[in-house]
């Protein structure tokens, strides 16, 4: 088994390769390491991956020549594909990032994948795919047309592309529709890492929708058991038609609980033990009040619970921060 991941520098791909690699998974991962968020950071991953035996190439998936030279060469069984220009906010000035990386590259890996026939692609998509969507809990079953931004759509096309190709050519392809991920390592363009910074710097922290927001938070480590599970399950049937196997699956991976935005800014002040300077502002464009996901399908597929919630896991986000920046 060779696995292949994308976006290894970033942070649900740091964690998933920590975690193979440690089980002695043949691992190769790509990233681009671009500039999005500090690179610093994303250079000190690499380098914790690299100390544990992780083979590396820098590439950017857009470009269909180098992804077609790695297949060629790394020939994997499995793929992992997590690289993606991903942030809600980030796509509403800069639309290309994401038709680059989230629709070009997408499309680079998954016609490799079609090409040397792997076993199984496994894909990162989003809860911004229910965007406009009003029902409650989300569940894989909405119909999700209305994505509320470019990023949401391009998770989307993910989606329908992966589909095609499971009907095309039999390819077995799991979409993990991922909700607020976040844990040690995590990423400095969310909420939580930019309040933990904020309140412990004592400036102010930006409050949107005037506070009145809800987030399913999922602690990394849920996630990370969650693709390690799925690995060797295989999609089996999936579509409308029910006398042909269609090898197509998504799944939500959240914790099924949202969390009100001021009770988990309460969380980071009682742990820092410092009060936030909040300055309240309207909904920003794009953005959706609420997330929360129905996850009764990944529970009846590996028995998933989420383990870790936001009173556990952000207190072992804020110890991580304080230890990195010291
Ligand atoms: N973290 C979350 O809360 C969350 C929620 C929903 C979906 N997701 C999805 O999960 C995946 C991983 O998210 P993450 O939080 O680890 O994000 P991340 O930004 O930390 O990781 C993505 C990595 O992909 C790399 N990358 C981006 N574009 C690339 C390109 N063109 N070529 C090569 N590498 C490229 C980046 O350098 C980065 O290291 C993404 O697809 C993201 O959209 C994450």
């Known amino acids: 088994m060779k696995i292949l991941i994308t976006g290894v520098a970033g942070f649900i791909g740091f964690h998933l390769s920590r975690y193979l690699l440690k089980k002695k998974f043949d691992v190769f991962g790509i990233d681009n ?42 020939n994997p069984s499995h793929v992992i594909h997590l690289a993606a220009q991903a942030g809600v906010r980030f796509s509403i000035d800069n639309p290309f990032n994401y038709i680059n990386s989230n629709i070009v590259g997408f499309q680079n890996i998954i016609e490799n994948c ?31 047309d209305s994505p509320a931004n470019l ?35 995590g990423r400095p363009d969310m909420a939580y890492f930019k309040f933990t910074k904020n309140i412990i710097e004592q400036n102010p922290i930006e409050v949107y929708g005037y506070g009145n927001m809800y ?40 914790n099924n609980k949202p969390e009100h935005l ?11 033990k410092l009060k936030a300077i909040k300055n309240y502002l309207p909904m920003q464009m794009g953005d959706i009040i609420k997330t929360f996901a129905n996850i009764n399908k990944i ?28």
Do not use: Q
């Open 215 to 254: 987030r399913d938070f999922t602690y990394i480590d849920d996630v990370v058991y969650v693709i390690g599970k799925l690995i060797n399950i295989l999609p089996k049937n999936n579509g409308d038609n029910k006398n042909r196997s269609i090898p197509a699956e998504i799944y939500n991976i959240g």
């Open 114 to 144: 079609r090409k040397y026939n792997i076993n199984h692609f496994i894909y990162a998509s989003s809860s911004s795919v229910y965007g406009l969507n009003k029902k409650i809990p989300f569940s894989e079953n909405h119909i999700t």
């Open 151 to 185: 990023y949401g759509a391009t998770k989307k096309s993910n989606e329908l592309v992966a589909f095609s190709y499971s009907n095309l050519y039999s390819l077995p392809t799991t979409g993990l529709r991922f909700f607020t991920v976040y844990g040690p390592w």
């Open 299 to 326: 529970y009846k597929k590996i028995d998933y619970i989420p383990k870790i919630n936001i009173s556990t896991g952000l207190p072992m986000f804020i110890d991580w921060y304080k230890s990195f920046y010291k």
């Open 33 to 74: 390491l671009n500039d999005y968020y500090d690179i610093d950071l994303k250079s000190c991953r690499l380098k914790i991956l690299k100390d544990e035996k992780l083979r590396f190439k820098k590439i950017d998936i857009s470009n269909k020549a180098h992804v077609d030279k790695i297949f060629l060469k790394e």
């Open 262 to 272: 001021e009770n988990f800014i309460k969380i980071i002040e009682d742990t820092t």
